[in-house]
């Protein structure tokens, strides 16, 4: 599952609005002494097979379902089974026998499980098969979602009458963690594994999807269509699934397999932009693992109100819309969120679906490989310097928020499974990932990847027996490694320092762990580069403080510590600017070039650092071109004079269109005499970007003609370009344009809302229209509650106390009213 897009988008945009620091803590953490020790789960019936038949009522929301369950003990002899059932109707349990159903006795505890009492005591060499007959009710269970997964009842009926405008009606499943149990009475535990027939009786006008491979289609005499999908390889309860909608399929192939793309019929054109690298991405991972794509075939589906990001059902992965975007939209995408998802989504149905992890506790080797995986692809397709900006942003993520040190990668103590879903499991554990193959070298690591995968296929796995496959491949022990980084929590803080000796013709390097507690191992390398040479030396650090000394003819350059930029810690490097200038040009990593920049930044009165930023805004990868244009100090007049021609020719030709964007922002501000011209020539860009830079720019020197322009645009725009008309329009415009900015805002996904909601408000205190100071008020609460799991209701809160004293200074009462109202209902919401 791809979570970030929720917890880590949501907070890096309200960041980026500006609404306040309190954005950067996670949700709220749960207290170290209630956490609960959380055993792998015994296992005392094993699922074999899960036969369904279900049916659809759109009116009603319910799911009618028929089950059979083929199962066998686990090894003890039983006379009892217990399935999980959430908030269902059972109207009949049965054992099947020679083809009858003989009832069985059974009790339903808190409409959460059945325990059943089966007609005879088996054995773990016998199965037997029970039928259900039951009734699926998701919108009337009450279920807790998390920060991961925003909702829990398993079953989702999109827009079912139709009633809501512009939105299709559709029905999908959601079951991690464990809310497969919604639909159809399971083990819903991870480390059950059973095969399964899915028939689905729908209105014939939709298309279905299901896991494994569509068996049969039967068209009823009713007007409805019955499909049969089978997964006939074992997999987890929690990866079923099933969508049902108006979905156009492109097909496309990898190998002999199938590869199916799932879109809503306006984006069915940008299908294989979307998605059109899937077949190299499963050919890029089948040979770098040695274990071929495992399943029949490949599809996804991107769904509506998705309550997550993605989630790797098996041979069936379904996305947040987010990733279904337009040709203008992918223009300025690269390896956005999308793209990265759909390559974690995929890595999955290795790690995840073909071995899973045994239980919560050792999420880590489904989503930490995932998480891995984005870096892994984008360094293969997009190269080195984008796998590095990938992995670091991923870092800072995770040492973002102080309670991640606090936490084991394998977490047996928690208080509920689905706190296990974080910044630990995810970006640290990719970033442990990364260290384990920088130290094992990259053939031993896969070696290791794919022994673990044949020995564990179609099983559950845990750490360790990730630990012993890698020392089967290496031959190497790493019981310190895991212990330290799988089993301990937190990370170093390492501070750096050095001191040359000329007498001596010896370097020394002070290396100092500062963090609380234990020491950590840091195997590294430490380049030293001298006389325009540059040598490696291999070392670890073992201690808390550790002395280094190197011989060298002449005083270094540059002493570069963790020359391969791999190691998960916070640094705190004593270099001098000279040598962070020597190390920008010299060094050749995206982390050797970030740090140089961010030490230059604020430094530019010096002239090596001016020459840093002035040749970063020619730099390799666009990341750090846009970091450097953004960082320019342009009130000074040396670096003014000498990167304004850089930038003219940056936002006129970059082969970037997010540099070129920049870099018309920074024009823009300038207000320069002459740019006119550029910013009504890249108003005619196809890039959405680029627009929404361009008429920024615009409205800072001719207001009225950047109004009639974005008015121009109200018929297509998206992104960049929509938030620039907003802020035109907040800026600019009244009660006219209110209109649209409304629509704007409430029709937005969690990306959009939150990049637009600081002008939104602002537009909100303005409009002279008390009605649509209300709509504006009501949308912001509604907001803050759906996200208050998050930490929004806090400076949402205080945008609305602000809008309330613009409306009070106007005389708008019954707004500064709705806003106490609004504030209340955000209180009083749990």
């Given at each position: 599952m791809k979570k970030t897009t929720l917890t880590g988008l949501?907070?890096?945009?309200?960041?980026?609005?500006?609404?306040?620091?309190?954005?950067?803590?996670?949700?709220?953490?749960?207290?170290?002494?209630?956490?609960?020790?959380?055993?792998?789960?015994?296992?005392?019936?094993?699922?074999?097979?899960?036969?369904?038949?279900?049916?659809?009522?759109?009116?009603?929301?319910?799911?009618?379902?028929?089950?059979?369950?083929?199962?066998?003990?686990?090894?003890?002899?039983?006379?009892?089974?217990?399935?999980?059932?959430?908030?269902?109707?059972?109207?009949?349990?049965?054992?099947?026998?020679?083809?009858?159903?003989?009832?069985?006795?059974?009790?339903?505890?808190?409409?959460?499980?059945?325990?059943?009492?089966?007609?005879?005591?088996?054995?773990?060499?016998?199965?037997?098969?029970?039928?259900?007959?039951?009734?699926?009710?998701?919108?009337?269970?009450?279920?807790?979602?998390?920060?991961?997964?925003?909702?829990?009842?398993?079953?989702?009926?999109?827009?079912?009458?139709?009633?809501?405008?512009?939105?299709?009606?559709?029905?999908?499943?959601?079951?991690?963690?464990?809310?497969?149990?919604?639909?159809?009475?399971t083990i819903d535990k991870t480390e059950q594994k059973t095969t399964d027939e899915i028939a689905m009786t729908v209105?014939?006008?939709?298309?279905?999807?299901?896991?494994?491979?569509?068996?049969?289609?039967?068209?009823?005499?009713?007007?409805?269509?019955?499909?049969?999908?089978?997964?006939?390889?074992?997999?987890?309860?929690?990866?079923?699934?099933?969508?049902?909608?108006?979905?156009?399929?492109?097909?496309?192939?990898?190998?002999?397999?199938?590869?199916?793309?799932?879109?809503?019929?306006?984006y069915a054109p940008y299908a294989k932009e979307i998605f059109g690298q899937t077949p190299e991405l499963i050919e890029f991972y089948s040979k770098t693992l040695g274990v071929d794509y495992p399943w029949y075939k490949y599809s996804q589906i991107v769904v509506r109100d998705y309550v997550s990001g993605a989630m790797e059902n098996t041979s069936a992965t379904l996305h947040g819309e987010y990733v279904q975007l337009t040709h203008r939209e992918l223009i300025d995408a690269y390896y956005d969120a999308g793209r990265s998802t759909i390559a974690h989504e995929l890595f999955h149905q290795w790690f995840g679906d073909?071995?899973?992890?045994?239980?919560?506790?050792?999420?880590?080797?489904?989503?930490?490989?995932?998480?891995?995986?984005?870096?892994?692809?984008?360094?293969?397709?997009?190269?080195q310097d984008e796998a590095d900006a990938h992995s670091y942003t991923a870092m800072q993520s995770y040492l973002a928020n102080p309670t991640n040190k606090t936490k084991d990668l394998v977490r047996?103590?928690?208080?509920?499974?689905?706190?296990?879903?974080?910044?630990?499991?995810?970006?640290?554990?990719?970033?442990?990932?990364?260290?384990?193959?920088?130290?094992?070298?990259?053939?031993?690591?896969?070696?290791?990847?794919?022994?673990?995968?044949?020995?564990?296929?179609?099983?559950?796995?845990?750490?360790?027996?990730?630990?012993?496959?890698?020392?089967?491949?290496?031959?190497?022990?790493?019981?310190?490694?895991?212990?330290?980084?799988?089993y301990g929590p937190g990370n170093p803080k390492l501070k750096i320092s050095y001191k040359w000796d000329d007498a001596a013709k010896k370097e020394t390097v002070y290396l100092e762990q500062t963090q609380d507690g234990k020491a950590f191992i840091l195997p590294m390398a430490i380049d030293i580069y001298a006389g325009g040479k540059k040598v490696r030396h291999q070392v670890w650090m073992n201690d808390k403080a550790d002395t280094l000394t190197f011989a060298s003819a002449v005083k270094p350059d540059l002493v570069n510590v963790d020359g391969d930029k791999v190691l998960l810690a916070e640094k705190r490097d004593m270099k001098t600017l000279d040598e962070y200038v020597f190390q920008y040009f010299n060094a050749p990593l995206y982390l050797d070039r970030l740090e140089a920049i961010d030490k230059a930044t604020p430094e530019q009165g010096d002239a090596g650092a001016r020459k840093v930023m002035l040749a970063a805004l020619k730099d390799k990868y666009y990341g750090l071109r846009i970091k450097a244009i953004q960082g320019l100090n342009m009130s000074s007049d040396d670096v003014r004079n000498a990167a304004q021609p850089i930038l003219l020719s940056l936002a006129q030709n970059d082969v970037n269109t997010l540099v070129r964007a920049a870099a018309i922002t920074v024009l823009g501000k300038l207000k320069a005499p002459g740019m006119l011209g550029v910013f009504n020539e890249a108003l005619k860009s196809q890039s959405y970007a680029i627009q929404g830079a361009a008429l920024s720019a615009l409205a800072l020197q001719e207001p009225q003609a950047a109004l009639t322009q974005a008015k121009a645009f109200e018929k297509d725009n998206k992104g960049a370009l929509t938030l620039a008309i907003i802020h035109v329009y907040a800026t600019n415009g009244g009660d006219a344009e209110w209109p649209f900015v409304y629509k704007q805002f409430t029709n937005a996904e969690i990306q959009g809302k939150f990049s637009m909601i600081r002008t939104f408000a602002a537009m909100t205190g303005a409009v002279k229209s008390p009605a649509y100071a209300q709509q504006g008020i009501n949308a912001i609460k509604e907001t803050a509650i759906k996200y208050k799991m998050y930490g929004v209701a806090a400076p949402l809160t205080a945008m609305l106390q602000d809008i309330k004293t613009k409306r009070t200074a106007i005389g708008d009462t019954a707004s500064a009213n709705t806003v106490d109202t609004a504030v209340e209902e955000i209180n009083k919401d749990k």
């Amino acid at each position: 599952m791809k979570k970030t897009t929720l917890t880590g988008l949501i907070m890096g945009m309200v960041i980026a609005a500006g609404i306040g620091p309190v954005m950067a803590q996670s949700p709220k953490a749960e207290s170290p002494e209630m956490k609960i020790y959380r055993a792998t789960p015994t296992r005392i019936n094993d699922l074999v097979h899960t036969k369904l038949a279900v049916r659809f009522d759109y009116k009603k929301c319910y799911l009618y379902g028929k089950e059979w369950v083929t199962l066998k003990p686990h090894f003890y002899p039983t006379d009892s089974l217990r399935l999980d059932a959430k908030g269902m109707d059972i109207k009949n349990i049965s054992i099947v026998k020679n083809g009858k159903n003989i009832p069985l006795k059974y009790k339903y505890q808190d409409s959460l499980s059945l325990a059943i009492t089966l007609d005879k005591t088996y054995h773990n060499n016998e199965s037997y098969t029970v039928y259900i007959d039951y009734t699926s009710k998701p919108n009337e269970l009450h279920a807790k979602g998390s920060a991961a997964i925003n909702d829990a009842k398993g079953l989702y009926f999109i827009n079912p009458d139709g009633s809501e405008k512009d939105k299709p009606t559709q029905i999908w499943t959601q079951g991690e963690t464990e809310s497969s149990s919604c639909w159809f009475p399971t083990i819903d535990k991870t480390e059950q594994k059973t095969t399964d027939e899915i028939a689905m009786t729908v209105p014939a006008k939709y298309v279905t999807l299901s896991n494994g491979r569509l068996a049969s289609q039967k068209v009823n005499g009713d007007g409805t269509r019955t499909d049969v999908w089978k997964q006939e390889l074992p997999h987890s309860p929690y990866l079923f699934m099933m969508a049902v909608g108006d979905f156009k399929i492109y097909k496309d192939k990898w190998r002999n397999k199938e590869v199916n793309y799932y879109l809503e019929p306006k984006y069915a054109p940008y299908a294989k932009e979307i998605f059109g690298q899937t077949p190299e991405l499963i050919e890029f991972y089948s040979k770098t693992l040695g274990v071929d794509y495992p399943w029949y075939k490949y599809s996804q589906i991107v769904v509506r109100d998705y309550v997550s990001g993605a989630m790797e059902n098996t041979s069936a992965t379904l996305h947040g819309e987010y990733v279904q975007l337009t040709h203008r939209e992918l223009i300025d995408a690269y390896y956005d969120a999308g793209r990265s998802t759909i390559a974690h989504e995929l890595f999955h149905q290795w790690f995840g679906d073909l071995v899973t992890a045994e239980s919560w506790s050792n999420l880590t080797v489904n989503e930490s490989f995932a998480d891995f995986s984005e870096m892994l692809w984008a360094e293969h397709k997009y190269g080195q310097d984008e796998a590095d900006a990938h992995s670091y942003t991923a870092m800072q993520s995770y040492l973002a928020n102080p309670t991640n040190k606090t936490k084991d990668l394998v977490r047996f103590h928690y208080n509920d499974k689905e706190d296990v879903f974080d910044a630990v499991t995810y970006q640290k554990g990719g970033r442990v990932l990364n260290m384990l193959r920088n130290y094992l070298g990259k053939d031993a690591f896969y070696k290791g990847l794919h022994i673990y995968l044949k020995t564990n296929a179609f099983k559950a796995g845990e750490a360790q027996q990730l630990r012993l496959a890698l020392e089967e491949a290496s031959g190497r022990d790493l019981n310190w490694f895991f212990n330290q980084w799988y089993y301990g929590p937190g990370n170093p803080k390492l501070k750096i320092s050095y001191k040359w000796d000329d007498a001596a013709k010896k370097e020394t390097v002070y290396l100092e762990q500062t963090q609380d507690g234990k020491a950590f191992i840091l195997p590294m390398a430490i380049d030293i580069y001298a006389g325009g040479k540059k040598v490696r030396h291999q070392v670890w650090m073992n201690d808390k403080a550790d002395t280094l000394t190197f011989a060298s003819a002449v005083k270094p350059d540059l002493v570069n510590v963790d020359g391969d930029k791999v190691l998960l810690a916070e640094k705190r490097d004593m270099k001098t600017l000279d040598e962070y200038v020597f190390q920008y040009f010299n060094a050749p990593l995206y982390l050797d070039r970030l740090e140089a920049i961010d030490k230059a930044t604020p430094e530019q009165g010096d002239a090596g650092a001016r020459k840093v930023m002035l040749a970063a805004l020619k730099d390799k990868y666009y990341g750090l071109r846009i970091k450097a244009i953004q960082g320019l100090n342009m009130s000074s007049d040396d670096v003014r004079n000498a990167a304004q021609p850089i930038l003219l020719s940056l936002a006129q030709n970059d082969v970037n269109t997010l540099v070129r964007a920049a870099a018309i922002t920074v024009l823009g501000k300038l207000k320069a005499p002459g740019m006119l011209g550029v910013f009504n020539e890249a108003l005619k860009s196809q890039s959405y970007a680029i627009q929404g830079a361009a008429l920024s720019a615009l409205a800072l020197q001719e207001p009225q003609a950047a109004l009639t322009q974005a008015k121009a645009f109200e018929k297509d725009n998206k992104g960049a370009l929509t938030l620039a008309i907003i802020h035109v329009y907040a800026t600019n415009g009244g009660d006219a344009e209110w209109p649209f900015v409304y629509k704007q805002f409430t029709n937005a996904e969690i990306q959009g809302k939150f990049s637009m909601i600081r002008t939104f408000a602002a537009m909100t205190g303005a409009v002279k229209s008390p009605a649509y100071a209300q709509q504006g008020i009501n949308a912001i609460k509604e907001t803050a509650i759906k996200y208050k799991m998050y930490g929004v209701a806090a400076p949402l809160t205080a945008m609305l106390q602000d809008i309330k004293t613009k409306r009070t200074a106007i005389g708008d009462t019954a707004s500064a009213n709705t806003v106490d109202t609004a504030v209340e209902e955000i209180n009083k919401d749990k």
